[in-house]
């Protein structure tokens, strides 16, 4: 596994397009590389011609991969259910230490203080379904609501952070997006600091999510940067080996 704390950070601000523009052009090459990372972990449980033993001459599957539909008691068939086995267990357990590895990075960095991730925070949920969320135990919204309220709007959004306004209007054309801010913010700085639930206190929560331009954490997103792509190309890989063979 790569060491990916010996990336270098850059301690400039990224602008928003080019932090965008740097994800789309990495994401492609890391997926393939992350798909022939896998295939060549799950190839070293492949058994090594089987057929040659095997009592069932007539089944012509010539493509031997982890996808093809191979018979009952095919030795083939039983390398498909390792391959699921390792997946789910140690092939995982690898990538949320890595995950955890990526985030504890980012105690590194320090809140400068900006408050523009209380002035424009986003959602693909609108109010009502937040709160329908909370009431159903979903933590993430119980504490979003607790302290986010959404903008009457979109023109007093837009006048709370214009880049990032402009930006996300520009990339997300299919879904509606619901922007909110803290009434606690006074001046930069919460009002009410020592009761922020987790929401606030574990800000930013992705390393793969666009930051503002002026947010400190751009520095420990740009260090992160290649494995965090790595890290959701193998995850979103993993489910399709999951979906396909399950």
């Not at 060549?40 to 009592?55: H, I, L, Q, R, T």
């Not at 937040?130 to 959404?150: E, N, W, Y």
Request: hydrophobic share 30%; charged share 30%; with cysteine.
């Amino acid at each position: 596994m790569e060491n990916f704390f010996n990336t270098s950070a850059n301690s400039e601000p990224t602008p928003l397009q080019e932090q965008y523009d740097g994800l789309k052009d990495n994401y492609q090459q890391i997926f393939i590389e992350a798909a022939e990372s896998i295939r060549a972990a799950v190839d070293k449980f492949k058994p090594e011609n089987p057929c040659a033993s095997c009592s069932n001459k007539d089944c012509h599957i010539e493509k031997k991969d982890p996808f093809s539909d191979y018979p009952y008691n095919c030795a083939y068939r039983e390398w498909q259910q390792q391959i699921l086995t390792f997946l789910a267990g140690d092939y995982k357990q690898r990538l949320k230490n890595t995950y955890q590895a990526i985030m504890d990075k980012k105690n590194e960095c320090e809140c400068i203080k900006c408050g523009n991730c209380c002035r424009l925070a986003v959602s693909e949920y609108s109010y009502e379904q937040l709160k329908q969320r909370a009431t159903r135990g979903d933590k993430f919204s119980k504490d979003f609501v607790s302290v986010f309220v959404p903008y009457q709007n979109e023109e007093d959004a837009k006048n709370a952070n214009p880049e990032y306004f402009e930006l996300l209007n520009k990339l997300v054309t299919e879904d509606k997006i619901y922007y909110y801010y803290c009434p606690k913010l006074k001046d930069n700085m919460c009002s009410d600091y020592e009761n922020r639930p987790d929401v606030c206190k574990n800000f930013p929560h992705n390393p793969l999510k666009l930051l503002p331009s002026s947010c400190s954490f751009n520095v420990w997103k740009n260090s992160v940067n290649r494995e965090s792509l790595m890290l959701k190309a193998k995850t979103d890989i993993i489910a399709f080996y999951k979906n396909r063979l399950g």
